[in-house]
């Protein structure tokens, strides 16, 4: 028998070659070439393909006669914010992945979610980290005492497998993939080859056994979930748990999402007993926020179908370096440069000898083009030294001629503003020309440019 050819697997793009390099060819990474075994190859592939024997017609149906009668089962895991993400609820026979970086608070979700799950199903929760104690430890301080939840402390990937046939529980939880191997496998547990083959063991398990799997995977530094893309392709759904170290409050993000959409995002808060929903993620953003200091905004973006609201500050300051410094913390760095440019060349101000640093509070990613209008009126604020009234909000998109160009859902932003007790609220004229004005008490002021914005301000 011929030996099983080498092959060499970047572990960080999934790239894969015969010759070990010291660089990937393909994503550039130094040292990240690991060896694995290729799949063995039939002798004949390298010849013509011989023709298959098997007689297919009997099995190709006509999408009419497909038997859908029974509606996909959901679980429901009692966080509304989770189900939402998903798409309402676990789908059976999927297969979730949670990712994260370490100690974002993926176990303490998942353990979380057995407690709901744990009424009506059993669940097996499989870590590869934590032994049975631990677990039970965690689940106590987490209020986490289902009878039908069963602790497993196993990392071999088709034992696992085998259990989980064998027992069927209605619901697996994998923790972590990183931590699974398969003992046929010459590569190290974590390697590529092993997440990938593993992978693919719990997917087929969870196809044939319609039970819905969770699956943990770590994210390395430079955000991409360790055995990156290779896992991504395979599993039905990708959720992301981002949120930073020093703040409380995690988001969660559908990447890939085969019976949802990707555009909802659910927000959580860590506290001492867990993960907390937050219902309310503007009530959190805006809790505390200075009224009476120049140079903040609040400006209102969409998060999937729902409108979040979040403060915006610039400070802009005389510069003592030759070239001035500009930061941006939460919003794109070189569209602060645009809208500093079309302030200069359309309104004139100078920022030439000025330092800007733009932050937007509570960690919130900016990434929308309406919340242009609520950055440049913080600048504004700052260089003027004029306070922005506290229950004004602005949202709009600036085009390089400082005019400002409508946007989408403006009704639902303004009816988020109204909510959070928002008084007036300054939007493109585009945008309120297709606002019905009657059913919203608080103030609308259409603008067509930065100047009229600028103007609108002082209206009372
Ligand atoms: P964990 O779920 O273990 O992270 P992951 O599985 O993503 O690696 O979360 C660990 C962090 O969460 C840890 O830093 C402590 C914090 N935490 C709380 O603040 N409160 C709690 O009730 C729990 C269980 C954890
Ligand atoms: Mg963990």
């Not at 011929?2 to 660089?23: D, H, L, M, V």
């Not at 398969?182 to 990938?196: D, E, K, P, Y």
């Not at 979040?310 to 030759?322: G, W």
């Not at 932050?359 to 913080?378: F, H, T, W």
Request: with cysteine; charged share 25%; net charge negative.
């Amino acid at each position: 028998m011929a030996k099983p050819k080498s092959i060499y697997i970047c572990s960080q793009c999934g790239f894969e070659t015969t010759k070990w390099n010291g660089r990937c060819p393909d994503c550039g990474e130094w040292n990240t070439l690991e060896e694995g075994v290729a799949p063995s190859v039939s002798p004949s592939s390298g010849k013509a393909r011989q023709r298959s024997t098997r007689d297919l017609s009997s099995a190709i149906v006509g999408i009419g006669s497909v038997d859908a009668r029974h509606d996909e089962v959901r679980y429901s895991t009692g966080l509304s914010e989770l189900d939402r993400v998903l798409g309402g609820g676990a789908v059976k026979g999927s297969l979730v992945l949670l990712g994260g970086e370490p100690g974002i608070g993926k176990s303490t979700m998942l353990l979380q979610i057995c407690q709901f799950l744990g009424e009506d199903h059993t669940i097996l929760y499989v870590s590869g980290e934590e032994s049975a104690r631990q677990i039970k430890l965690r689940a106590s301080r987490l209020g986490v005492d289902s009878e039908n939840l069963y602790l497993l402390a196993e990392n071999d990937c088709e034992a696992i497998c085998d259990v989980v046939v064998k027992e069927k529980p209605e619901i697996v939880i994998i923790d972590s993939i990183q931590t699974m191997s398969i003992q046929g496998l010459s590569s190290a547990t974590g390697s590529v080859t092993q997440v990938r083959e593993c992978t693919n063991l719990f997917m087929c398990t969870a196809k044939s056994e319609e039970i819905p799997f969770f699956i943990v995977g770590h994210v390395n530094k430079d955000g991409a979930i360790a055995g990156p893309k290779v896992m991504e392709h395979i599993v039905d759904a990708v959720l992301y748990f981002e949120g930073q170290r020093n703040l409380s409050y995690r988001i969660l993000r559908a990447v890939k999402n085969r019976f949802g959409s990707t555009n909802e995002i659910g927000v959580f808060e860590m506290q001492d007993k867990g993960l907390a929903q937050v219902e309310n993620p503007s009530q959190l953003l805006l809790a505390g926020r200075p009224t009476d200091v120049s140079g903040c905004c609040v400006a209102c973006v969409m998060e999937g179908s729902r409108p979040i609201l979040a403060e915006v500050q610039a400070l802009v300051s005389k510069s003592v370096f030759a070239s001035p410094r500009r930061t941006a913390d939460g919003f794109d760095y070189n569209r602060l440069y645009l809208i500093i440019a079309v302030l200069e060349k359309r309104l004139g101000f100078f920022f030439g000898g000025l330092d800007v640093y733009l932050n937007v509070v509570g960690g919130m990613k900016l990434d929308e083009p309406a919340a242009d209008l609520s950055i440049a009126l913080a600048l504004y604020s700052s260089v003027r030294d004029k306070v922005v009234d506290e229950k004004t909000i602005a949202f709009g998109e600036i085009g390089l001629g400082g005019e400002l160009r409508a946007i989408s859902f403006a009704e639902q932003r303004i009816r988020e503003a109204e909510r959070m007790g928002f008084e007036k609220c300054i939007l493109p004229a585009q945008s309120l020309s297709s606002v019905d004005r009657s059913r919203f008490g608080i103030k609308l002021i259409g603008v067509k440019n930065l100047r009229q914005a600028f103007d609108a301000l002082e209206k009372k």
